[in-house]
């Protein structure tokens, strides 16, 4: 009997370590569920030590990399963070390039990390140290979503003229205003490239070898469907929960470049892609609360209008938006936030968020001390988070914020079923500046109402059938309280202020 109890101990304690050390990928599901709360990071700028505080990384300072930026990952965790979406992380081109380190989108191999992104504080290889980062995120439970460029630098440009679109004088095409890449010649949806095929092809087998659960694809309008749903197939047959984003948007009509493809958000998610952004970016210039309850109809009605699910993410803000500090101060970020926890969306934040950076770099467009490209300038786009430098840590000062977001993560993970199952309800109000809705599911429901106004109060009147007083109401987030009186909320809400309400055995119907 003894024995027996020996071998069962060692026989448990043997499965306790491997558990540990495996990793079963479930992002795909996470996120068809809006249940992922993803956090977008640059390595570059990540976990970088700039010791002087003087906003850029100087020679004797500690750039970012795939080592220090484990130190960061608890902090994540502790953050509620179950997804990160890394900027790209592969080699960067230094011809013709913006900003003193390159783009991390102007890149110059598909299967060759950046040799940035390399502690030399540690022995093992780069890509060892890249395995080790999102294994560490994995000990974490943070799944690891790696952005897959959509053009190719100049430098890979003169190694393979061929994988490229010439103009009529046979130029590489540059798309849109991004003067350091080229466009690639993918095909249509006739015929695809192979070769421009193979390039993305090699991608997949590298990040799925380095361990990572997703793909987020820029500009992936730009290529033809067909590309897409071979290259989606391909990673799915190596694994069925690897994730794929698609940035595109339904508010997007217009190609990259005349001589680009253009395909749209409903054909990338007929191809394979499991989301998109939706147009939530454009919250910023929406002025009444019907244009933001019809676009979350809008993105909820998707989910179920393909042959398999799809979902999509709380693009309030990205890493292509200003900070929304910066549109429309705290109460701007606090209602992104509360969004974010609230709607049947995936959330989606940009690295600092959490103490309201403004991402203004007092450096920004001056001259170098030094550069490491041909670009002698500190080239980045104001209140956008740098991908062009070696600069500071993302990060404002905001630390009551943070505390904040730590606890609107942490109610998410509390109604993740109904953010999974529930009905999405607008709810009537008689301002229009003032939106209500309402998540119900399994005899509970999420009230959320909030002010689009960010320069005056406003007050509404805001039914929700079948609400009685009686019922038990926890306020989640309130500033002044809402006054219910007979199936009505009597709301007067500060500018730009967002109010949410927890009921207990209630439903909306």
């Known amino acids: 009997m003894k024995k027996l109890l020996i071998l069962l101990a060692v026989f448990l304690f043997s499965n306790a370590v491997f558990a540990q050390d495996f990793w079963a990928n479930d992002l795909r599901t996470l996120f068809l569920n809006n249940n992922a709360i993803i956090y977008v990071i640059n390595i570059r700028t990540f ?9 850029i990384i100087d020679e004797n300072e500690e750039s970012g990399n795939f080592i220090n930026g484990i130190k960061r990952l608890d902090e994540l965790q502790a953050l509620g963070v179950n997804t990160i979406h890394v900027l790209p992380i592969m080699k960067t081109g230094k011809v013709k390039a913006l900003g003193t380190a390159g783009s991390l ?8 990390l950046n040799p940035q992104l390399k502690s030399n504080r540690s022995t093992m290889s780069l890509e060892d140290q890249a395995i080790k980062f999102i294994n560490e995120a994995h000990k974490r439970k943070i799944r690891v979503m790696i952005d897959l460029p959509s053009c190719g630098a100049y430098d890979l440009y003169m190694k393979h003229p061929e994988l490229f679109i010439k103009d009529s004088l046979q130029n590489p095409v540059i798309p849109s205003d991004w003067t350091d890449v080229r466009l690639f010649d993918a095909g249509d949806e006739v015929s695809v490239n192979p070769e421009v095929y193979n390039l993305y092809k090699d991608f997949v087998d590298y990040v799925i070898m380095l361990g ?10 730009s290529k033809p469907a067909k590309f897409w749903k071979d290259l989606i197939s391909y990673s799915r047959a190596k694994d069925p929960q690897f994730l794929w984003l698609a940035e595109s948007s339904d ?21 394979g892609f499991d989301g998109f952004y939706g147009s939530y970016f454009n919250m910023k210039d929406w002025r009444t609360a019907a244009e933001l309850i019809n ?17 999509v993410i709380g693009s309030f803000s990205t890493h292509d938006e200003l900070s929304p500090v910066l549109i429309n101060g705290l109460p701007y970020s606090e209602m992104i936030l509360w969004l974010n926890s609230t709607l049947p969306v995936n959330a989606y934040y940009v690295d600092g968020f959490t103490t309201g950076d403004n991402y203004i770099y007092l450096w920004a467009n001056k001259k170098a001390r030094k550069t490491y490209t041909d670009d002698d300038m500190y080239f980045v786009h104001r209140g956008k ?26 109610f998410r993970d509390y109604v993740a079923p109904i953010l999974a199952n529930g009905k999405f309800t607008p709810l009537k109000t008689n301002n229009t500046s003032v939106f209500a809705y309402a998540m119900s599911y399994n005899n509970t429901a999420i009230l959320v109402f909030g002010n689009m106004n960010f320069r005056t ?3 509404s009147v805001i039914k929700v059938p079948g609400y009685k007083n009686e019922f038990l109401t926890i306020p989640i987030k309130t ?13 007067k809400l500060e500018p730009g202020e967002i109010q949410v309400l927890l009921v207990n055995d209630f439903e909306v119907k």
């Open 212 to 221: 990572a659960d997703g793909i987020r694809a820029d500009a992936a309008s």
């Open 105 to 112: 989108y102007a890149i110059d191999s598909f299967n060759e």
């Open 295 to 311: 676009h979350v109809k809008f993105t909820n009605s998707l989910k179920n209008a393909f042959s398999d699910t799809k979902s």
């Open 457 to 459: 109060y406003s007050e």
């Open 47 to 55: 976990g970088a030590q700039d010791t002087n505080k003087n906003g």
């Open 385 to 410: 988070i740098d991908i062009f430098n070696f600069s500071r840590q993302p990060g404002g000062k905001n630390e009551e914020f943070k505390r904040e977001f730590s606890m609107a993560n942490g």
């Open 479 to 491: 500033g002044s309280s809402p006054i219910s009186d007979k199936g009505k909320f009597t709301v």
């Open 251 to 271: 508010s997007w009509h217009d190609a990259i470049n005349p001589q680009a493809v253009f395909t749209p958000y409903d054909k990338l998610l007929q191809a």
